[in-house]
Every structure is written in structure tokens, then in C-alpha cells.
RNA sequence: GAUCCUAUCGUCUAGUAGGUUAGGACACAAGACUUUCAAUCUUGUAACACGGGUUCGAAUCCCGUUAGGAUCGCCA
């Protein structure tokens, strides 16, 4: 007997992987990791139409970016494959081939145009929507004569009895057959449509739980009757919450960055979005917001799961995101920035090598500053080359003047090149005495300061960042200021 | 239009055998700290969609209403 549970996360590589579709993988992962199973990673690839190319590569460099393994797939094999649906027509057109024989399924000739006017008619006359069976009784004599032109293969629904769904998180809903129109299983092209794939699929790779979006949920009874007809057992279905953007529609383009390629270009750690994702239809109790990986697969329980969708809410992945930049480490956390900002700066920084070494002294500084990595730029842009973008107005502290301005930052040129060992701490003694001498308050002096050496207002801890650059650049800076403070037409 | 799903602070949620000052987190506001910005700490605002039942007692059980969402493709 084998009982081992066997998810799948079969995605149709039609463009990139969405938040919606990675919580349906992360919620696979996690039940088959916690449940010591088995993740299976199918591609459904029967559109030819919507078929993209890069998207398969898309698809696993996104899984494994959040590090969602699979333990069988297209790229690995394993015991069930193929695990691309297009290499599997075979097998989709024996399966057929048994239910046109026992007439469960017939062919259907019906153009696309009748169907279109057959749907317009039905909209019209507001009528229940769907395939009319129009073949459906056809004679085998007839259909000779239909021999030549293309055909479909529908389904033959009865027209009587319920179908019954049990959903581990729905309960219990019945369905009568009657609502259910006779849709196709092969497309005139000979590809299976979905509802048909995925039931043989699923039956032949020993799929165990089925854990899908909800939207699914209103044409399981389809697959359950396919399952049927076949006299195969059903998996045990869960149909997860759908996620919905800021205005509680369905999450889309519309809602900004839906990719999650997008959200790794923006700097969010994949441990951070595991997080997030995982907790948007599910929480382990009242007060768990931060969980790691680990736990997470040792935790993950599947009637924790909500039944109602929920929104996606930046401000709190950013804000988990910003928590797990906090507890890495600096080293580790380093590398990570490093790898992160590395192409932009490579070429960016003009006046001071990017390096690691370099960035490690730096990356401690705005570590508890930073909500995504892409919010490091704007901190530690001034490290790496020099811009003097500020105005006078802006160099001169509350309740100074110009003359006394110049004398500050003077007199700190003097101030720093007595200091040394060239420290942080030392500066920081030093300054502080200086502004005392100068009867200002610290604030004025940093201010001041701080813009000279940063340009910019808000800036990483001065002291730190003055050692960081180092006593030439610094009084480099400071004399630039000056300069500007004291001939500004010229510049 | 038909079928199905859902309903706790603005958002994510806890509440699983009816009895809680309805808890936590994000966001927001105020204060403390402070070298700018953060971080941190304290405090605060804020919810059971509505209406009926059942019950001594309902966020919790039942019925109805409303609202939102999904599905109804030779797309998945």
C-alpha cells in the first residue's frame, strides 16, 4: 500500500510565476516537506497559442530562488514522467480513445462561429451558458459524412444524478450534473485541454492532495466526474484562498508588481517573501508574524487555512522583509548586497572602488535603515562617488550665518586632522568638544556637516561614515563646501 | 443571468466543542531616546456586515438579507 503524499505544483508556462501561483507552490512545498512527500513540479504546457518560450526557465528560476525544490520535474525526471504535458499526448489520446469507445466522450464538430452565436443567443435570452449538445446525439452515420472536417472531444456529461465534492477546507458541496455542459477533453489541435490533462496526470503520477486556488473550485465536479467514468480514486482536493490586490479584485497587472521576479529585483530576501506568502491564508497561531523556513515545514497545517481571500499588503512584506535584513548577519548580509547592487556599481562608482571589503564597513551602518535592498542606494551612494548637489541655504545650519558656517566647517577641517587614532569614537569626542568651543549646538555642527560630506540630509551616523571615508576624503569634501560657500557664482 | 465560494480593526489574522475587558502583527497617532533618518521602548485609535431566531448567555449554532469574489473558453 502506498500512502505517501504526493503534491504537485503544475504551472503553464505562459509567462511568469505571480504571487498568487507561488503561494500555490510554497503551500505544496510546505504540506509535502511537513508530511515527508513528495514535490512534484509539472508543467502544463497544452496552450500552444499561449506557449512562451522562456517562460519554463522563468518558472524554475523563480522556484528556486525562493527555494522551493522539487523532487521530481521536467528537468530531473523521476518515477512518473514525462513531466511536460506536451510529451504526453500518448497517454491523453489511449485514455480518449477508451472513452469513445465506451461513449463517454463523442466528437463534436460544431464550429467556433456556432458556438460564439450559441453563446451570444444564450447571454441574450439569459439562459444558462454552455455547450448544447448539438453532437452529442448525432448518428455515427451522419459523423462519417463529418469524417474529413476537425472535431473536438466532449465529455459525456449525464444529464441526471449530482456530483459531490469533498474539499478539506470547503466541507462537503454537491453539484447537479444537469448545470454541467459537455466540455471538451482534446482540442482540434490533439492537445488535452486541462480538465482532462490534469485528471490523468494527477491519477498517474500518484497525485495525493491537490492543492489549487479556489478558482478551481467550481469545475472540480468535472474532474471528479472524468475520475469517475475512468473508475479511478480522486485525490483529496484543498482549494486554496484566492489573493486580491489593494481594491479586493483578483490580484493583476493592474496592482503594480504581481511577478515575483519583480519583487527579488526589488530587493525583497526570498526567506522574507516564504514568510509573507505564507502567512496570507494561514497562521500558525495569534502571534506568530515572523517564522522561519524551518519552522515553517515542521508547522504548516492544513486546517489552519482560511477559507476567505485575502489582500496582499506591500507595507507588510516590507515591513517582514525589513526584519529579516536586521537579523542576518553582517557578513552574510554583506555578500547578499554586494551580489544585489554589484552591476550597477561596478560602473557607477567613479571616484571609490566597489568592493566587498569596502561595502562590509558600511552595510552595518544601514542595516536597521533599509526595508529592501534597492533602499540601500540612496544611503550609501556619496561612499562611492562624489556629488555636490546641495545649496547654500542648505549647508547653513538653523540660527547661522554664512561667515559663521564657513568658520564651522573650517575649524572642523582643523578638529579632524588632530584626530587620530581616526576613529569614530575620537571623532565623536572631538566634534562634540568642538561645537562646545564654538558655542553650537551638535545638531548645528552635524547638520552643517553632514551635508558637506554626505550631501544629503538624512544620512547613515556621521561619525562612523567620517572614519569609513577616511581623514582625506572627509576634509576633501568639507573643502569643497567651503569652496562653494565662498565663490557659489562660479559653480 | 446561472452555479459556487466567502464575510472579526484600514490590512493580515487568533477565536474550532456558546461565557474573552474580542488577542496579536502591519499601518496610523502620541510620547521617550537621539546626530539626521531609522531602530528600540511606552501608550493610544480601531473590528465581530445586517436582521431574525435557538439559549440564562451567540463573533461562535440555524434561517434570511446584503456585500464582495470565483466559475460558466478548442486558457490554464
Known amino acids: ?33 511537513k508530511n515527508d512527500g513528495v514535490f512534484v513540479l509539472r508543467i502544463e504546457d497544452t496552450d500552444r497559442n499561449r506557449y512562451v518560450e522562456t517562460a519554463v526557465e522563468t518558472i524554475t528560476n523563480s522556484l528556486q530562488w525562493m527555494g522551493l525544490n522539487w523532487d521530481e520535474g521536467p528537468d530531473i525526471g523521476g518515477e512518473f514522467g514525462p513531466y511536460n504535458q506536451s510529451e504526453r499526448l500518448n497517454l491523453y489520446n489511449s485514455i480518449a480513445e477508451k472513452l469513445l469507445l465506451t461513449n463517454m466522450a463523442y466528437k463534436c464538430y460544431c464550429t467556433t462561429e456556432r458556438l460564439q ?31 474529413n472536417s476537425k472535431f473536438v472531444l466532449r465529455f459525456r456529461v449525464p444529464q441526471s444524478g449530482i456530483t459531490s465534492l469533498t474539499d478539506s477546507i470547503h466541507g462537503t458541496k454537491t453539484f447537479p450534473n444537469k448545470l454541467i455542459d459537455d466540455f471538451i477533453l482534446i ?12 485528471v490523468i496526470d494527477d491519477h498517474y503520477m500518484k497525485i495525493s492532495h491537490v492543492l489549487r486556488a479556489d478558482e ?17 480514486k480522486p485525490p483529496i482536493y484543498i482549494h486554496l484562498p484566492i489573493i486580491l490586490g489593494s481594491d479586493k479584485s483578483r490580484l493583476s497587472k493592474r496592482h503594480g508588481a504581481t511577478s515575483i521576479m519583480e519583487y527579488k529585483a526589488e530587493g525583497f530576501l526570498p526567506d522574507a517573501m516564504l514568510n509573507a506568502l505564507s502567512l496570507l491564508g ?11 523556513r524551518e519552522e515553517l515545514t515542521k508547522k504548516f497545517e492544513l486546517d489552519k487555512i482560511s477559507k476567505s481571500p485575502s489582500m496582499f499588503d506591500i507595507e507588510k512584506l516590507k515591513w ?10 553582517n557578513q552574510n548580509l554583506n555578500s547578499i548586497l554586494y551580489s544585489f547592487l554589484e552591476n550597477n556599481y561596478k560602473e557607477k562608482s567613479k571616484d571609490y572602488p566597489f568592493t566587498l571589503k569596502y561595502l562590509s564597513q558600511i552595510t552595518p551602518l544601514i542595516k536597521e535603515r533599509i526595508n529592501t535592498l534597492n533602499e540601500a542606494d ?31 566647517l573650517k575649524q572642523s577641517i582643523l578638529t579632524l586632522q588632530n584626530t587620530t587614532p581616526f576613529n569614530a569614537e575620537l571623532i565623536n569626542n572631538n566634534l562634540r568638544t568642538q561645537a562646545v568651543s564654538l558655542d553650537i549646538s551638535i545638531r548645528q555642527l552635524l547638520g552643517s556637516l553632514r551635508m558637506a560630506i554626505t550631501a544629503q540630509k538624512v544620512a547613515p551616523p556621521l561619525f562612523e561614515t567620517i572614519e569609513i571615508l577616511n581623514k582625506t576624503r572627509t576634509i576633501k569634501l568639507i573643502e569643497k563646501a567651503i569652496d562653494f560657500l565662498e565663490n557659489p557664482v562660479n559653480k
Open 117 to 147: 452565436q450559441l453563446r451570444e443567443t444564450q447571454t441574450k435570452n439569459k439562459q444558462q451558458i454552455g455547450y448544447d449538445g448539438y453532437c452529442r446525439n448525432t448518428s455515427s452515420n451522419q459523423k462519417t459524412n463529418l469524417e
Open 378 to 408: 540612496d544611503w550609501i551612494n556619496f561612499f562611492f562617488h562624489d556629488c555636490r548637489k546641495y545649496t547654500i541655504e542648505e549647508l547653513i545650519p538653523k540660527n547661522m550665518t554664512l561667515e559663521n558656517t564657513i568658520l564651522l
Open 1 to 33: 500500500m502506498n500512502d505517501k503524499i504526493r503534491v504537485r505544483f503544475a504551472p503553464s508556462p505562459t509567462g511568469e510565476l505571480h504571487l498568487g501561483n507561488v503561494r500555490t507552490a510554497i503551500f505544496n512545498w510546505l504540506f509535502a516537506k
Open 282 to 292: 494561514w497562521a500558525l497561531d495569534d502571534k506568530t508574524t515572523i517564522i522561519s
Open 216 to 232: 478551481w473550485l467550481s469545475s472540480t465536479p468535472k474532474h471528479l466526474l472524468i475520475y469517475e467514468s475512468l473508475e479511478w
Open 320 to 329: 517582514i522583509n525589513s526584519q529579516y535584513i536586521r537579523t542576518t548577519d
Open 187 to 198: 482540442k482540434t489541435d490533439g492537445y488535452p485541454t486541462y480538465h482532462f490533462a490534469n
